[in-house]
C-alpha cells in the first residue's frame, strides 16, 4: 500500500482545517446537555478533548482540542463535521461502524454511504501503529455521549 | 559535510572503519538483507533496538541444540556444560565494561536492573529499621531527609525507580536541570548535590539528545559529599569503551538487545562490597546458602540477585554479541558513529524547519539524533520515513520530562549502529527533506 492511500488527500485537508477544534473558545448551545472526555495516547502523546452537546436526542455541536499526528487531527475534524445534526443513536452507530473498520486490519471496507469522509481512514486500518491515532476522538466522542445522553 | 569529531581517549592507532567495512559487516545481519515497501530497508532505530549478527543468532541455537540445562545445579554432563558456558559469558561481557566476575550480575534488562538497586535500597532500609544486617547495611539505608538526585533528561527507567524509592523510604527526589542545548548545569548541580544525597543517578549518554555526560565531574561531585552513583549505561555501553572501574561507579546498568544481543537479558555491574551488603531484591532458589522454615541465608553476588531459573541462552548469546563487538573494536565503532551522527546533525541542520534536539554539529554526540519538523508530528514523519524503507523512531522515546523542558510531546530519532554506512544517512537526509512538502506544512 503506497503513502498517498493511507494519507489520502481529505485527510490532509482535514488535518489543516480542524472542523470543530478550539473547544475552549467555543460556548455549548444553551439548554443542551453536554458531556466531555480526554484520551491520550501514551505511545505518541497524541491528546484530545471533545466535547458533545445533545439537544433533543440530536448532537447539537461537537467540539474539540487537540495536539497530534495528521491522522488523529483529521479523524477528529471529519466526526465534527459529521457528527453535528445526527441523532445520538445515528453517531453510536456511526462510531461503531468506524471502529469495526478500523479494526479489521483491512478485511471490512468502509463504506461511504454509512461513514461519509470518514471512509477515507480506510487505508490505515493496515496500519496497527496508527489505529488509535483514526480512533482517539471517537472513543473520546463515545465516552462524551455517555455522559450527555 | 560531515564534521569529524574524534574523541580524545580514542587511539588514533587503529584504522578507520568506512563504507566498504560496513557494508561487509552488514552481510553478518541477516535481518538487514530485506525490502520494506519496495526498498531496501535502512535501518536507523538501534537506540531502540540493535540487530543480531549470525554469530550471536548462532550461539542461542548451538546452546538450545547442544548445551540446554539448568545451570548451578545437576551434577549430569549437560549440566556442567551450561554452567560453563553460562559463566564464561559472565566473565566475557564483566571484560567487556572493566567488572569483576562477582560484580557483573544478569538481569533481564537495564530496566530491571535499575529497579533492583532500588527495591534492594528499600530492602535495606526495612532490614536496618528492624535490626537486622550489619553496620554496613545501616549506611546504605534511606529515610526522611535523604535526598535522592537524578538528571532532567533521564528515561524514565533511570526516573521512575528512584520517585518510587523516595516515596517507599521517605526520601526526597531532586533533580539537576539542563540548558536549553540539553547540556547538564553543572553550576545547578553542584548547589543540588550535597550532604543530604544519598545516591545520584545519570545517564552516561543520552538517548535523545546524544550528549555524554560528564561522568568524572558527576562522580566527583557525588564523592564529595559520599552519595552513591548509578550509571545507566544503556546508550554508551554498546557504543563506545566503558570502564566501570575507570569511571569510579558504584553502579552501572545497561541491555544486551541495544548492543548486538537478544531481548531478555541485561546487566548489573555493582561494586563487590556494595553487593554482597545489599539485601536481595527477588528471592527463591538458587541465590540461597540455607533455608529453615523460618529463614534463609543468601549467597555473595551475583547469584544473591539472580533468584530462580536464569536466561542462560540470552547469556550465551550476549558474549557472542560482545565478541563480535570487540572483534570490530568497540573504539572504531565509536569513531564511525561519531563520524556518523556528525553528518545527521549537519544535514538535519541544513533542512528548513528541522529543529535538532542537543548539541550542535561539531559538538560530540554519540550516533543518534533526535528531531523536531515544524508542522509535521512525529508519527507522520516515520511513517513517511517507513514508506522509503527507513526505520526510525517516534514519540517521546521514554523521556516526556526532557521532551517538556525542550516544549515539545514527540520527536523523531535515528540512531546508528556499525551497520550503517553514511549512504544510509544521507538517504534518511533526503528523505527528511521531503517531509514538509508532502504534509504541506
Known amino acids: 500500500m503506497s503513502l498517498d492511500q493511507l494519507y489520502q488527500q481529505i485527510i490532509l485537508d482535514h488535518s489543516k482545517a480542524r472542523h470543530g477544534s478550539g473547544l475552549s473558545e467555543t460556548p455549548a448551545p444553551d439548554g443542551a446537555s453536554t458531556g466531555q472526555s480526554h484520551q491520550l495516547n501514551p505511545v505518541c502523546g497524541d491528546e484530545v478533548t471533545l466535547r458533545v452537546a445533545v439537544d433533543h436526542g440530536t448532537v447539537a455541536q461537537l467540539a474539540w482540542d487537540g495536539a497530534g499526528c495528521s491522522i488523529s487531527m483529521a479523524s477528529a475534524s471529519v466526526l465534527s463535521e459529521m457528527a453535528e445534526g445526527m441523532s445520538v443513536d445515528e453517531l453510536r452507530s456511526v462510531i461503531g461502524n468506524f471502529r469495526e473498520v478500523l479494526r479489521s486490519r483491512g478485511k471490512v471496507h468502509a463504506d461511504p454511504e454509512v461513514l461519509g469522509d470518514a471512509a477515507a481512514f480506510e487505508g490505515v486500518a493496515r496500519y496497527a501503529a496508527r489505529v488509535k491515532c483514526a480512533m482517539i476522538s471517537w472513543v473520546a466522542a463515545e465516552d462524551a455521549l455517555n455522559q450527555a445522553a | ?272 562490597e556494595l553487593l554482597d551488603v545489599l539485601p536481595p531484591y527477588q528471592t527463591g532458589g538458587s541465590m540461597i546458602t540455607t533455608v529453615t522454615m523460618e529463614r534463609a541465608e543468601y549467597l555473595p553476588a551475583p547469584q544473591r540477585f539472580e533468584a530462580g531459573t536464569q536466561k542462560i541462552s540470552q547469556a550465551v548469546a550476549l558474549a557472542a554479541a560482545v565478541n563480535y563487538l570487540t572483534e570490530t573494536g568497540i573504539d572504531r565503532v565509536h569513531r564511525w558513529e561519531s563520524e556518523l551522527g556528525q553528518r545527521m546533525v549537519a544535514g538535519l541542520e541544513g533542512i528548513d524547519g528541522v529543529r535538532v534536539l542537543g548539541p550542535a554539529a561539531g559538538q560530540d554526540r554519540i550516533g543518534l539524533a533526535a528531531f523536531d519538523v515544524a508542522g509535521v508530528h512525529a508519527h507522520d514523519v516515520g511513517q513517511f520515513l517507513d514508506s522509503r524503507g527507513i526505520a526510525v523512531r517516534v514519540g517521546h522515546h521514554c523521556a516526556q520530562p526532557l521532551h517538556r523542558r525542550l516544549g515539545l510531546t514527540a520527536t523523531t530519532r535515528a540512531s546508528a549502529y556499525l551497520y550503517n554506512t553514511t549512504d544510509d544517512v544521507d538517504e534518511f537526509l533526503d528523505a527528511v527533506s521531503g517531509v514538509r512538502a508532502y504534509f504541506r506544512a
Open chain 2, 1 to 272: 559535510m560531515a564534521v569529524v569529531s574524534t574523541p580524545p581517549t580514542l587511539s588514533r592507532a587503529l584504522p578507520a572503519m568506512d563504507n566498504a567495512e560496513v557494508l561487509r559487516i552488514r552481510n553478518d545481519f541477516p535481518v538487514l538483507d530485506q525490502l520494506v515497501n519496495g526498498r531496501p530497508l535502512i535501518y536507523l532505530d538501534s537506540g531502540a533496538t540493535s540487530q543480531n549478527p549470525l554469530s550471536v543468532i548462532e550461539a542461542e541455537q548451538e546452546f538450545y541444540e547442544q548445551r540446554n540445562a539448568a545451570v548451578h545445579r545437576g551434577a549430569h554432563h549437560l549440566a556442567v556444560e551450561a554452567t560453563e558456558v553460562f559463566e564464561d559469558a559472565r566473565q566475557t561481557v564483566a571484560d567487556f565494561v572493566g567488572a569483576q566476575f562477582e560484580e557483573t550480575v544478569w538481569t533481564s534488562n537495564a530496566t530491571e536492573g535499575l529497579n533492583l538497586i532500588s527495591y534492594a535500597l528499600s530492602n535495606a532500609s526495612l532490614w536496618a529499621a528492624q535490626g537486622r544486617g550489619d553496620a554496613r547495611l545501616r549506611e546504605l539505608a534511606l529515610g526522611p531527609g535523604d535526598e535522592i538526585v537524578v538528571t532532567e533528561m533521564e528515561h524514565h527507567a533511570n526516573l521512575i525507580p528512584w520517585q518510587e524509592l523516595a516515596y517507599r523510604t521517605g526520601a526526597t527526589l531532586r533533580h539537576i536541570p539542563i540548558d536549553d542545548s540539553g547540556l547538564l548545569l553543572m553550576d545547578r548541580a553542584a548547589e543540588i548535590v550535597g550532604e543530604r544525597t544519598r545516591l545520584l543517578a545519570f545517564t552516561h549518554a543520552s538517548n535523545v539528545l546524544g550528549t555524554i555526560n560528564p561522568v568524572a565531574e558527576l562522580v566527583a561531585l557525588a564523592r564529595s559529599v559520599g552519595a552513591l552513583v548509578v550509571l545507566d549505561a544503556c546508550q554508551s555501553a554498546p557504543h563506545l569503551s566503558l570502564d566501570v572501574k575507570q569511571l569510579d561507579v558504584d553502579f552501572a546498568v545497561f541491555s544486551g538487545h541495544k548492543m548486538l544481543g537478544p531481548t531478555g537479558i541485561g546487566v548489573l555491574y555493582g561494586k563487590q
